[in-house]
């Protein structure tokens, strides 16, 4: 009767018909409207519970927030309880003092309309969250929803969850998504038998939609002591770039115990070690929005920590037991001839599940799917920075302050930005005459890849740094505009560590080639159609290995007084960039040895082929080089390493000489002539580079366009006085060549200028849109 009573009151109080139950909750405790006890209303997804296949019981207490559950046939008994803390609904399922402990199997059963599509799993101290299925309708393969698990409904801004206290969770959870119904299921299993047992159904809702799972953790922080103490506060840039004359917002996410407490956010440029700004504030529950105005700071980078009020700072001293977080602030408009491109795409995917190596990316690389942002965030598996941050991986912050140190010295300026800068369009590559890509950019978005494409085929500079250079493609979810998840769509063809064992690597010298042995005869390998624009693949510099000099009458080496075969000291370690056809490089720099290549992991393929790696070389088509080996910030920072510190700064300089080629264009080819393969004048013109359009040949239209070869170009340019005698201007005869493309030449004076080539599906070779641009 007292059931009844509250059922027709709340039936009178909402003006809702009554509903007929849909879930056992609702059978215990009645319908309600969605906002007062979300999971008794419409809006709750499908759930289930039984135990040994069998359905709950229910009787009724005379407290209205306490019902008894039996089972039939099984001499099991529990208590079901309601209660609300911190605007939470809890939903307690316990065994009843008087109920028999004995082992049955319990069954709980999520059915989630497409509308919950977003989940949250606390996993070891990390937060991995995840979509519950992706825009091809598949489920992510590094899920793993389980008990504890968070489910959100950003339409109806409903989270709710089923928790496991006491007992032990099965190890698997059976997970599914329907593209003919637009729905998602998940299964839980565990065993009766524990006098702790507890299982917690809960909803809420959330304050704050972009962090809807802060006050989950806030809560279970008071009483789940696999939540540590220094899991909170939880610091968050609401973008890794930002602009002067911005207003930023930096989130802090306090423990529950703090609020109220006076703290100030600090702004440490972080290349120049001093203090920015100290904003105050005071914590609030469930999160804390810090308004920041972005003054005309300089393009540089920025640490951001959180201090209690008044605490003192020492901008010098960064403790990596704090919390920290990095951003980016970008120019408003181009001031230098250098941009650095931080890899934020490598970013956001190491601080994904948490950097969990043992699964997430490591699953499968197709499909994967991390949450950004996420609590833990490095790789040393501490609980520090909230984006993954330059300084987990070999220092690099060195690589920037060498930068910084090289600008006051030569005057030579840069300007800072993000990748997700370049893809979303905020800052232009042509703007710039170089382009430094940060450390390990192993991940890159449609738009970044064809951005940088693009920009190489226009004839700017490009520098790579470290390994593993845009290997594999991802894609940002819901948009790129809005990057809260990042899928990992799969490795950019060829990636090496995707091929049999039998997929030849290229190869710069024999095996047991001396150090001071001069690469005469490269080997390019299978790799000859990759989509790769650095045209490299990944591989490991081998460790205790040596840097050798590989050529001596390079501009960037020449006049050092080196031989070939003198040491470059330092230490060298890490992943590598291995240059698919060596070919079409100048190798400066070399391991003294070689050793097999391991691919990724040595699972899928093994190829015992001894190869040397590089440490640095300069594509002869491209303005483009790569610095290979990650470690190569630390060798940066040693200020007795003069050779290496000597060679890089000639690099960045050898780089923008050729880019310079480019400054003033005058355009000399006649309009008629520029669909043709063969150029012709009235008189003697001097020429001093060429720039043309190949066909595309990827169809990006097509989703899969990064999985496969796509035909390619090779060809030669020739010029000439007289139409007899022809003298090469380009040869293209190594890389898979498609789209724009510009050659710089030494200035030369042709009447005639012709293309011969072939495409390899076999069409007629053409080109379109040709400029002849003259010399100064």
């Known amino acids: 009767m007292v059931y009844m009573a509250l059922l027709l009151g709340l039936v009178l109080a909402t003006g809702l018909p009554a509903q007929s139950p849909r879930n056992f909750l609702q059978r215990a405790f009645g319908t309600s409207s969605p906002g007062e006890q979300p999971l008794l209303s419409p809006l709750a997804p499908g759930f289930s519970l039984t135990i040994a296949s069998r359905e709950f019981d229910v009787e009724r207490t005379a407290q209205p927030n306490l019902v008894r559950v039996t089972v039939a046939g099984i001499p099991l008994r529990f208590e079901l309880l309601y209660e609300r803390q911190a605007g939470i609904d809890l939903y307690r399922l316990r065994p009843a003092p008087d109920s028999e402990l004995r082992g049955e199997q319990v069954r709980f059963d999520w059915r989630f309309p497409a509308a919950y599509n977003e989940s949250m799993t606390f996993d070891t101290g990390a937060l991995q969250g995840q979509p519950l299925y992706l825009p091809n309708g598949k489920v992510p393969d590094n899920q793993f929803t389980n008990w504890g698990s968070l489910f959100y409904n950003r339409e109806a ?6 928790e496991l206290d006491g007992a032990e969770p099965s190890r698997h959870a059976r997970r599914g998504h329907s593209r003919f119904t637009n729905s998602s299921t998940l299964q839980l299993m565990t065993t009766t038998g524990h006098p702790k047992m507890e299982i917690t159904l809960f909803a809420y809702r959330p304050q704050d939609q972009r962090f809807w799972w802060a006050e989950w953790y806030q809560l279970r922080s008071r009483s789940d002591p696999d939540i540590p103490a220094n899991f909170f506060p939880i610091l968050a840039p609401r973008d890794l770039s930002w602009q002067p004359g911005e207003q930023q917002v930096v989130t802090v996410i306090p423990g529950p115990a703090d609020r109220g407490r006076k703290m100030e956010l600090v702004l440490i440029d972080d290349l120049r070690p001093k203090i920015l700004a100290r904003l105050p504030f005071v914590y609030d529950l469930p999160v804390t929005n810090v308004p920041v105005q972005v003054g005309e700071w300089r393009s540089s980078l920025y640490r951001l920590i959180v201090v209690p009020a008044g605490e003192k700072v ?12 990095n951003v980016i602030v970008r120019p ?3 001031r230098a001839p250098v941009l650095f491109v931080a890899p934020t795409d490598a970013w956001w995917a190491y601080s994904t599940n948490g950097s ?24 040393q598996r501490r609980l520090n920075n909230f984006f ?48 430094l890509i940060g450390n390990h950019c192993e991940f890159t978005t449609e738009e970044s890849y064809r951005r940088f494409s693009e920009y ?17 493609r991802v894609e940002y979810l819901p948009s790129l505009e809005e990057p809260r998840y990042l899928w990992q769509t799969g490795h950019i063809w060829a990636h090496w560590s995707d091929q049999p064992s039998d997929f030849r690597g290229p190869q710069l010298l024999p095996p047991d080639a001396p150090p001071d042995a001069p690469i005469l005869h490269p080997t390019p390998g299978d790799a000859i159609d990759y989509l790769n624009p650095f045209h490299t693949s990944v591989g490991y510099w081998i460790p205790g290995s040596k840097a050798v000099i590989a050529n001596t009458v390079h501009p960037i080496l020449r006049g050092l007084n080196l031989k070939l075969g003198d040491e470059v000291p330092g230490p060298w370690g890490g992943e590598v960039d291995f240059d698919y056809e060596p070919q079409a490089w100048d190798i400066l720099i070399r391991s003294d040895r070689a050793a097999p290549e391991g691919r990724e992991f040595g699972i899928d393929a093994d190829d015992p082929t001894p190869l040397h790696r590089i440490g640095l070389a300069v594509h002869k088509n491209e303005c483009l080089a790569m610095l290979c080996g990650e470690n190569f910030p630390n060798i940066l920072q040693g200020h007795q390493n003069t050779l290496f510190r000597e060679v890089y700064r000639r ?78 201007l380009a040869d293209r005869r190594h890389g898979p060549w498609r789209g724009v493309k510009t050659d710089v030449f030494s200035p030369v004076e042709v009447r005639y200028v012709r293309f011969a080539g072939t495409f390899s599906n076999h069409e007629p070779f053409r080109v379109r849109n040709v400029q002849a641009i003259g010399a100064k």
Not at 157 to 162: I, K
Not at 413 to 428: K, L, N, P, S
Not at 700 to 728: C, L, M, Q, T
């Open 456 to 472: 190489l085929g226009n004839g700017g500079g490009v520098l790579i740094h470290g390994g593993d250079s845009f290997a594999v």
């Open 314 to 325: 020492d901008p010098a001293v960064n403790d990596l037991n704090r919390k920290l977080a």
């Open 651 to 728: 690099t960045l300089h050898y780089l923008l000489d050729s880019a310079k080629a480019l400054d003033s264009e005058t355009e000399l080819a006649a309009p008629r002539q520029r669909d043709a393969t063969v150029l012709a004048w009235d008189r003697p013109v001097r020429i001093g580079a060429l720039r043309y359009e190949l066909p595309e040949f990827i169809d990006f239209k097509n989703p899969e366009w990064h999985r496969k070869p796509a035909p390619y170009a090779h060809y030669v340019i020739e010029g000439s006085a007289d139409g007899e005698r022809w003298i090469p």
């Open 356 to 379: 969990h190596d043992y699964h997430g990316w490591r699953t499968g690389y197709d499909g994967s799917v991390g949450y950004a942002p996420t609590v833990m965030s490095s790789r």
């Open 157 to 162: 801004n409903l989270a709710v969850g089923a």
């Open 388 to 435: 993954y941050s330059l300084y987990e991986r070999y220092n690099d912050i060195h690589h920037l302050r060498y930068l910084d140190e090289l600008s006051a010295q030569e005057g030579l300026e840069v300007d800072f930005a993000t990748q997700h800068d370049i893809a979303r369009g905020r800052v232009r590559l042509a703007d710039y005459k170089l382009v």
């Open 332 to 334: 408003r408009r181009a």
